[in-house]
């Protein structure tokens, strides 16, 4: 059994195109996000309804009803399957409005409606599309196998689904049949960590999740270079600000021996990335740039003990809900690479200045060099301090797993320290066009 998992695709031509790509005989299971127009369309019937604006909101279900119903390809000599297909789209739009009108004004419980009823309409639109072309598909209905334990995670029974070779199975996320035993939506639950428990409940061996990514660049742009990470560099890669995938996912997947490859929806010249618990040998295997963020220089005053002052220091910034990238300590400085808001300066260093001379550089870089260091990591510091003798670097620390190891530079020198770094590694000279990247990306690596 495969089960891939496929976020925020907004049509099901997209989904086609990608299970071209992994079908096999095996059974399929493909495990949808709602689709976004699909989300806006129930969002806007919600809002008529709440305000009272009765007009809107029929007009807006009647739109919504044609628009599922013309997107609704299947064979014309399947006339039941496309009235049943039909009378189901029609059937789980009213009963939305049924929940809908039950809301005087936007709530929790709402947002799980829209999510529900989103998501078995973009599973049946998507299933009824298959069949068009060609594929031996059926919904499945996760309501009628999955309830919640007593942690309120998945609970999968699939003793009674009977799953034929090459056929594709489609299913919305999230879904669980609740004490009522009525459909619902696991909405505080990464739409990974549900994928990765049904997989689990299949003993299936790979995980696949199709998902918009941000930030991940290769400096290799061919299929055949397979980029393959252990849970623990998938962990400093992946999970970001802007997170691709959950730390549970990776780390139950871990415990679980289930391979996750992960394939990118909207960077196309993005390899797939492959991740599982086998440590495969590797100097370098990623640089990560992290943007605007801020450096402190910290020098005891003697106001308090010396043994005190980096506690007394990283207990204000925690306490402030001030993240903290990188940190190394000497007997006479404290570095720290974070990020502060503005409003938020001047009270922590008040606070700092009471035990500590401060020195403040804003908008620098944290640039760190990823890979399978082991004993060598004096070695790769030696050699990363020598290509960047002529750039200032503020700050050096490396992680005592012996899998990173981090420069902060200035802004300005992001650029130069990444070319020179690039260029080392693939032993050719770097195009500025693969140096770039997108000004909202706070995050980005570099597959090497």
């Known amino acids: 059994m495969k089960v891939c998992s496929i976020e925020t695709t907004n049509s099901s031509e997209k989904i086609l195109s990608h299970l071209e790509k992994l079908r096999s005989e095996e059974p399929f299971i493909i495990i949808l996000t709602p689709f ?63 929940l809908a009108k039950s809301h005087s004004e936007a709530s929790y419980q709402q947002e799980t409606d829209i999510r529900t009823i989103g998501g078995y309409l973009s599973a049946i639109l998507c299933t009824a599309y298959l069949k068009y072309k060609g594929m031996n598909a059926s919904l499945l209905d996760a309501s009628e196998f999955i309830q919640l334990n007593e942690e309120q995670v998945p ?44 997989a689990i409940a299949l003993q299936a061996k790979e995980l696949t999740l199709i998902m918009p990514t941000q930030g991940l660049h290769s400096l290799h742009h061919k299929e055949e270079n397979k980029l393959c990470l252990t849970c623990e560099e998938a962990a400093h890669m992946l999970v970001t600000d802007d997170s691709h995938i959950s730390h549970s996912t990776l780390f139950l997947a871990r415990e679980k021996q289930i391979s996750i490859r ?20 590797h100097d370098i295997k990623a640089v990560t740039v992290r943007k605007d963020i801020n450096y402190l220089r910290m020098s005891p005053l003697g106001t308090i003990p010396s043994s005190q002052v980096s506690t007394q220091a990283l207990g204000i910034l925690v306490t402030n809900l001030v993240p903290i990238y990188l940190f190394t300590s000497s007997s006479t400085n404290i570095s720290v690479a974070i990020r502060v808001y503005d409003i938020f300066w001047n009270k922590i260093l008040n606070k700092l200045s009471r035990f500590a001379k401060v020195t403040v550089e804003k908008n620098v870089t944290a640039i760190s060099i990823l890979g399978e260091f ?14 960047l003798r002529d750039i200032p670097i503020l700050m050096i620390s490396y992680g005592s797993d012996n899998q990173s190891i981090s420069v902060v530079v200035r802004e300005k020198d992001t650029q130069e320290v990444l070319r020179i770094l690039f260029k080392d590694l693939s032993g050719v000279e770097p195009s500025p066009q693969s140096l770039t990247f997108a000004p909202y990306e706070e995050h980005s690596t570099w597959f090497v």
């Open 36 to 98: 976004d127009w699909m989300k806006e369309s129930l969002e806007e019937i919600s809002r008529f309804l709440i305000q009272n604006q009765q007009t809107e909101a029929l007009h807006a279900i009647d739109t919504l009803k044609e628009e599922c119903i013309s997107m609704l390809v299947v064979p014309d000599t399947d006339e039941a399957n496309t009235c049943a297909t039909k009378a189901d789209i029609t059937a789980r739009i009213d009963h939305f409005v049924h």
């Open 374 to 387: 082991d004993w060598n990591i004096s070695k790769i510091e030696a050699r990363i301090i020598d290509l």
């Open 262 to 281: 992960l394939i990118s929806d909207n960077q196309a010249g993005l390899s797939a990335i492959y991740i599982d618990g086998e440590k495969k040998k």
């Open 155 to 198: 609970d999968i029974d699939f003793a009674n689904i009977q799953t034929e070779p090459g056929k594709i199975y489609v299913m919305p996320t999230n879904i669980y049949r609740n004490e009522s035993g009525e459909p619902a939506y696991l909405i505080d639950m990464y739409t990974d960590l549900y994928a990765l428990y049904v």
